[in-house]
T-cell receptor, first 115, second 117 residues
Framework: QKEVEQNSGPLSVPEGAIASLNCTYSDRGSQSFFWYRQYSGKSPELIMSIYSNGDKEDGRFTAQLNKASQYVSLLIRDSQPSDSATYLCAVKRRNSGGSNYKLTFGKGTLLTVNP | EAEVAQSPRYKITEKSQAVAFWCDPISGHATLYWYRQILGQGPELLVQFQDESVVDDSQLPKDRFSAERLKGVDSTLKIQPAELGDSAMYLC????FGGGEGTGELFFGEGSRLTVL
């Protein structure tokens, strides 16, 4: 089982719709969860972080975390063509030695918002 | 706004040649990461530094890759000899140290795109 799994997509939604991106993780000891956006040819940029169960909202973005189900999601409301990008889920947990933390990324989901 | 600096942005080399990438993290960020990202994949951690010490290099192909962060500030990633399969984007990122909230937030440089012919 991969540490962080995402559907690679592509996910295509019309402009103005809600885009729903999903991520599952294997390590129950994972502590922090992040969503990064990566435009084609660019480096990832952090858009959301979530640390406890429930929802966290920031503008048009809502991150949802369910630790019991080991599931993280990102909702984008009123999707815009400028939201077209790859969305990477990342999970932070202690490394095998327990002395440090590591951040593991999923493969990413390509989102296309059609005008 | 503080940024992670990387160079070169692009590098084309022939297989068996040596390649080096440089990274200067955000001032005050003790943790520095080198990731490799193959087209269509997520970033894969190659090496993680805490100050000048390596804390994770389990995925670094040590027969050809090396990384250092001598004074705990900037860092160099080297590949020698380069192979065709090394063609990828090499991303440097930095973060504050620790396990508390906010410390897992990585700030990435623009990346160094390597093409091996």
């Amino acid at each position: 089982q991969k540490e962080v799994e995402q559907n690679s997509g592509p996910l295509s939604v019309p402009e103005g719709a809600i885009a729903s991106l999903n991520c599952t993780y294997s390590d129950r000891g994972s502590q922090s969860f992040f969503w990064y956006r990566q435009y084609s040819g660019k480096s990832p940029e952090l858009i959301m972080s979530i640390y406890s169960n429930g929802d966290k909202e920031d503008g048009r973005f809502t991150a949802q975390l369910n630790k019991a189900s080991q599931y993280v999601s990102l909702l984008i409301r009123d999707s815009q063509p400028s939201d077209s990008a790859t969305y990477l889920c990342a999970v932070k947990r202690r490394n095998s030695g327990g002395s440090n933390y590591k951040l593991t990324f999923g493969k990413g989901t390509l989102l296309t918002v059609n005008p | 706004e503080a940024e992670v600096a990387q160079s070169p942005r692009y590098k084309i080399t022939e297989k068996s040649q040596a390649v080096a990438f440089w990274c200067d993290p955000i001032s005050g960020h003790a943790t520095l990461y080198w990731y490799r990202q193959i087209l269509g994949q997520g970033p894969e951690l190659l090496v993680q530094f805490q100050d000048e010490s390596v804390v994770d290099d389990s995925q670094l192909p040590k027969d050809r890759f090396s990384a250092e962060r001598l004074k705990g500030v900037d860092s160099t990633l080297k590949i020698q000899p380069a192979e065709l399969g090394d063609s990828a984007m090499y991303l440097c990122a930095s973060s504050r140290f620790g396990g508390g909230e906010g410390t897992g937030e990585l700030f990435f440089g623009e990346g160094s795109r390597l093409t091996v012919l």
